[in-house]
């Protein structure tokens, strides 16, 4: 049974500082990996999608990576912004089905 | 309307009452999910459509009951629902690939916020 773990749980960073997201996951035969924002009471919004394939990827200030192997996945905040505060949660999809595993995010705070 | 939305935004409701939880997706996507958000628990997936029809039932009580009329609609009707269903419920759509098979980016609405008295 595929579980993962999102460390920490929350963080507090200064503005403009650079930051590292970690998640990890048991099973290393996964699909993708997707990358969400949560703002406090709303939905989620995808901001990476890595294919079990690839190492990579980036958005702007965004960069996820994936080393599957290991069965961890880090996403990189450059340069951050108080309006990069927010919940962010990876999700894991095993091979076959369709069905994502979520962690339970870490909440991050940037202050001005 | 872009997007993937969903109504009402909240709802408050009796433990006898039976209400419905609408999603509308206008990606042209082909699956559509149900999600339950509780405090400080990871997302639950509650059900799966692929191309309207069912394929994840996962151990959802009864009391929760989907239909999916079309690949652009999807439905949550509740009926005699418990307190500790109270919770934030998420609709998501996606593209799959031919046959089921694989998953694109997963997009989700806004949620709707369930409290049961």
């Known amino acids: 049974k595929q579980e993962v773990t999102q460390i920490p749980a929350a963080l507090s960073v200064p503005e403009g500082e650079n930051l590292v997201l970690n998640c990890s996951f048991t099973d290393s035969a996964i699909y993708n990996l997707q990358w969400f924002r949560q703002d406090p009471g709303k939905g989620l919004t995808s901001l990476l999608l890595i294919q079990s394939s690839q190492r990579e990827q980036t958005s702007g200030r965004l960069n996820a990576s994936l080393d599957k192997s290991s069965g961890r996945s880090t996403l990189y905040i450059a340069a951050s912004q108080p309006g990069d505060s927010a919940t962010y949660l990876c999700?894991?999809?095993?091979?076959?089905?369709?069905?994502?595993?979520f962690g339970t995010g870490t909440r991050l705070l940037v202050s001005p | 309307e872009t997007g993937v939305t969903q109504t009402p935004r909240h709802l408050v409701m009796g433990m006898t009452n039976k209400k419905s939880l609408k999603c509308e997706q206008h990606?042209?996507?082909?699956?559509m999910y149900w999600y339950k958000q509780s405090a400080k628990k990871p997302l639950e997936l509650m059900f799966v459509?692929?191309?309207?029809?069912?394929?994840e039932n996962n151990s959802v009580p009864s009391r929760f009951s989907p239909e999916c009329p079309n690949s652009s609609h999807l439905f949550l009707h509740l009926h005699t629902l418990q307190p500790e269903d109270s919770a934030l419920y998420l609709c998501a759509s996606s593209q799959l690939a031919s046959g089921g098979t694989g998953a694109g980016e997963l997009f989700f609405g806004e949620g709707s916020r369930l409290t049961v008295l």
């Open positions: 459509y692929n191309f309207k029809e069912q394929t």
């Open positions: 990606l042209g996507h082909n699956a």
């Open positions: 999700a894991v999809k095993g091979t076959g089905f369709q069905k994502l595993v």
